[in-house]
């Protein structure tokens, strides 16, 4: 019987030394970042890294497919550029054209005060590497928006959806639901945080 009631003592105490640890929660930290994008306030930035950085999957294995949507836009907010192109390279899971088109931008914008043609040649290989896609794949409409959304690290929303009316002039493949709800939406919604404020 003191066996028992030993065990259970023991059990409580670890789950209350577990609890005080406080190890964070993906969860918390997804829903600090939806704040932050209703709200725009960046106190719901600091929150959601303070609880990411406490959890043991990102302290142990970084970047992941099960964590990619929380960490990537976070660190963009937050600007960690050099914190995202670490977790990059280390990445060994990632799907490789996501991987390079990923790096390649947050290069440019860890580059661009410094020297913007340096930064600049970043964005002009992700467009060479996406067109070269489009030319293999012309159909597959993602790579489309890929394309698009690096154009406006050359120039200004105006511009590129100016360009998608002439692509729809003369690309039938696509319906015009594709070109309002796709590629326009995509423009029009793409943060201007994760422009870095340096191009728009």
């Not at 590129?160 to 002439?166: F, H, I, M, P, Q």
Request: with cysteine; proline share 2%.
């Amino acid at each position: 019987m003191k066996k028992i009631v030993c065990l259970v003592f023991f059990l409580i105490i670890s789950c209350k030394n577990r609890g005080l640890d406080n190890p964070g929660s993906l969860k918390m930290s997804y829903k600090y970042l939806t704040e932050y994008r209703s709200t725009k306030n960046k106190n719901f930035l600091e929150k959601s890294y303070k609880e990411l950085s406490k959890t043991a999957m990102y302290r142990e294995k970084g970047l992941t497919d099960e964590n990619y949507q929380l960490v990537v836009p976070l660190l963009m907010y937050l600007k960690k550029y050099e914190e995202l192109e670490t977790l990059l390279v280390k990445n060994t899971t990632m799907n490789p054209s996501k991987k390079e088109i990923t790096l390649n931008t947050i290069r440019y914008l860890k580059n661009y005060k410094k020297d913007k043609n340096v930064a600049k040649n970043y964005i002009d290989k992700n467009l060479k590497y996406i067109k070269n896609k489009i030319d293999q794949n012309p159909k597959d409409s993602l790579l489309y928006v890929d394309y698009f959304i690096m154009k406006l690290y050359k120039s200004d929303r105006i511009t590129a959806l100016k360009e998608v009316d002439s692509m729809k002039m003369i690309n039938k493949d696509f319906s015009g639901l594709f070109y309002k709800a796709m590629l326009k939406d995509a423009i029009e919604d793409y943060p201007d945080e994760y422009l870095g404020n340096v191009s728009n």
